[in-house]
């Protein structure tokens, strides 16, 4: 059976940030998997989005990749409206999952997507240890910690997780040909994961 994946790239043009190193993530990304025998696509944001067209993108994946730089803490809010007009489709999720006649559906469980996984990669010019260590900026919660909400999102949609991937320092110290090497291992990885 042949794998597909879909790449939600959120690189866009914001203050002195083209998205230029967002896009070469997705594109690194879906070489890697296409030369592992997996069918991929991808809809850069920034170019605006058919929302049927986007549902059923994400209904083909096996595996949803979201691409985006950390802006200001977050993603750019672009990405924020994609979420906002395309997951709420009824074909992605049947509402927040609890039923009056049945107290062991919790909130949350509601998603329709339950046989796909999701990776969340990003670019951040905050170094590493912003993120893994108590007394830096983040406080040692991890990139998966600053992340929480959109972690959140996906798992509302049913999505398993895999592993998420950062490149840091991205502005200030790039290391962009390592950070692409470890790239295509990451997503190797995930792929091995997903069978």
């Not at 979201?66 to 395309?86: A, C, F, H, N, R």
């Not at 009056?100 to 170094?127: C, E, I, Q, V």
């Not at 290391?175 to 995930?190: G, K, L, W």
Request: overall charge negative.
């Amino acid at each position: 059976m042949t794998r597909h994946a879909f790449f939600i790239d959120a690189g866009c043009a914001l203050g002195h940030s083209g998205g230029t190193l967002n896009h070469a993530f997705v594109e690194k990304g879906r070489k890697t998997l296409e030369a592992l025998g997996w069918t991929t696509d991808a809809t850069q944001i920034e170019n605006g989005w058919d929302v049927e067209a986007e549902v059923e993108k994400i209904l083909k994946a096996d595996l949803v990749v979201i691409q985006t730089p950390g802006w200001w803490m977050s993603t750019p809010w672009q990405l924020k409206k994609y979420e906002d007009e395309v997951f709420v489709s009824p074909r992605l999720c049947g509402g927040d999952g609890r039923s009056r006649s049945d107290a062991s559906k919790k909130y949350g469980s509601g998603g329709f997507l339950t046989d796909k996984h999701y990776m969340l990669s990003s670019t951040w010019n905050a170094p590493l240890e912003a993120f893994t260590e108590p007394d830096q900026f983040f406080g040692g919660v991890g990139i998966d910690g600053v992340f929480l909400p959109l972690h959140r999102t996906m798992a509302f949609l049913g999505l398993k997780p895999t592993q998420s991937f950062m490149a840091n320092d991205v502005h200030k110290n790039p290391t962009i040909e390592a950070d692409m090497t470890r790239f295509v291992a990451h997503i190797r990885n995930v792929a091995a994961a997903i069978g």
